[in-house]
């Protein structure tokens, strides 16, 4: 189901299995599908989150306008994971494609399958590093704070900007 609104949201991805640039990019391909991407982060290498025996990731994060609905929105992207062959191990293990709705405009959701903004995602480098690069004032809903003031309290440890082709600058 889709709306004829048209809606701002934000979206975060992440792989560390396989070619990691291939599997950004194969996702921004699938998303731009039903979503018109306006920006994109660069991406960058980062340890992984949570268990830590695995290898590192790549992440970037994008933005882009939508009609779709919120719950609608998080069918797609995992549709898209699944397309491309991601397997669900175990929490936070290592994965091929991993996309997670941040931001939708500035609602607040919170359902049994979908909680916006991403739980999670204030406590994490690994999103607020590429967030803050493309969005570095925007206000977090809920929160009345810019995302630029939550990246100075998180750990930016082994984080690293690469160029399009996944090599440190």
Not at 106 to 130: A, S
């Given at each position: 189901?889709?709306?004829?609104?048209?809606?701002?949201?934000?979206?975060?991805?992440?792989?560390?299995?396989?070619?990691?640039?291939?599997?950004?990019?194969?996702?921004?391909?699938?998303?731009?599908?039903?979503?018109?991407?306006?920006?994109?982060?660069?991406?960058?290498?980062?340890?992984?989150?949570?268990?830590?025996?695995?290898?590192?990731?790549?992440?970037?994060?994008?933005?882009?306008i939508t009609s779709l609905n919120p719950l609608d929105l998080l069918t797609f992207v995992k549709d898209i994971e699944q397309k491309m062959g991601r397997v669900n191990n175990f929490l936070n293990g290592p994965r091929l494609i991993?996309?997670?709705?941040?931001?939708?405009?500035?609602?607040?959701?919170?359902?049994?399958?979908?909680?916006?903004?991403?739980?999670?995602?204030?406590?994490?480098?690994?999103?607020?590093?590429?967030?803050?690069?493309?969005?570095?004032?925007?206000?977090?809903?809920?929160?009345?704070?810019?995302?630029?003031?939550?990246?100075?309290?998180?750990?930016?440890?082994?984080?690293?900007?690469?160029?399009?082709?996944?090599?440190?600058?």
């Amino acid at each position: 189901m889709t709306t004829n609104s048209q809606t701002c949201v934000i979206l975060a991805l992440g792989s560390n299995l396989g070619d990691r640039c291939e599997n950004l990019r194969q996702a921004l391909k699938e998303i731009s599908t039903n979503l018109s991407i306006t920006k994109t982060s660069s991406i960058y290498e980062t340890p992984p989150w949570g268990y830590s025996d695995q290898p590192v990731f790549f992440n970037q994060v994008l933005s882009g306008i939508t009609s779709l609905n919120p719950l609608d929105l998080l069918t797609f992207v995992k549709d898209i994971e699944q397309k491309m062959g991601r397997v669900n191990n175990f929490l936070n293990g290592p994965r091929l494609i991993d996309i997670d709705i941040l931001l939708f405009g500035e609602q607040i959701i919170n359902t049994e399958n979908l909680e916006i903004p991403h739980p999670r995602m204030l406590e994490r480098g690994f999103v607020l590093v590429p967030l803050a690069e493309i969005e570095p004032d925007l206000v977090i809903p809920g929160t009345n704070k810019r995302v630029a003031v939550f990246l100075q309290k998180v750990d930016q440890t082994g984080i690293q900007k690469l160029d399009s082709e996944g090599i440190k600058k």
